[in-house]
């Protein structure tokens, strides 16, 4: 019905690496994978004949419990117009008791109508000032004052964007850093 891969972690687990805990809802828990590290996201995704069986109505919902003594987050949902998803997961947080127990993933078939909304909106909001403020910085180091208003040369977004580009192609990870 469904898989999912931990990038970087392990290869595609399908529905058996889980354990059923409802007629609609399974759990997996990372404990048994043998990582080497915790692992930051997920692809999840169903599989063609699955997305095609999906009941109308319904979606395949996606949640993660980074720590037994944590509830379960919702992450996002799949179905036939969305069949994959690639999912950060959060970590425990800092909360005042520290994290007891293994971190689980967690997938139900539920009413798509009664699903909170993805987190990933506010992701990408703050991705965005992030990048926002990247480029502003940049043009900082090249402006001039007139009057109370900035004046950067004409060029400066293709400028930023090559610089941009140039960087997350040398570091990877780079992109990363806008992620918080």
Not at 18 to 41: E, G, I, K
Not at 57 to 72: C, L
Request: charged share 20%; aromatic share 10%; glycine share 8%.
């Amino acid at each position: 019905m469904f898989g999912v891969v931990f990038p970087d972690h392990s290869f595609p687990l399908d529905v058996t690496a889980f354990a059923q805990v409802a007629p609609n809802s399974w759990a997996l828990d990372l404990s048994t994978l043998s990582l080497a590290a915790a692992p930051r996201s997920a692809v999840v995704f169903l599989l063609p004949a699955a997305a095609a069986a999906l009941p109308p109505g319904k979606a395949v919902a996606v949640y993660f419990q980074p720590a037994a003594n944590r509830p379960f987050a919702f992450l996002g949902a799949l179905g036939p117009g969305r069949p994959s998803a690639s999912l950060p997961l959060p970590e425990a947080g800092d909360e005042p008791e520290p994290p007891l127990g293994p971190a689980k993933l967690g997938v139900a078939v539920e009413d798509a109508a009664a699903l909170p909304p993805p987190p990933d909106g506010q992701r990408a909001e703050r991705v965005a000032l992030r990048v926002g403020e990247n480029l502003f910085n940049f043009m900082q180091s090249f402006c001039g004052a007139d009057g109370g208003k900035l004046v950067v040369p004409t060029d400066i977004l293709d400028r930023w964007f090559r610089k941009f580009q140039e960087r997350a192609k040398k570091d990877p990870s780079y992109l990363k850093t806008f992620d918080f």
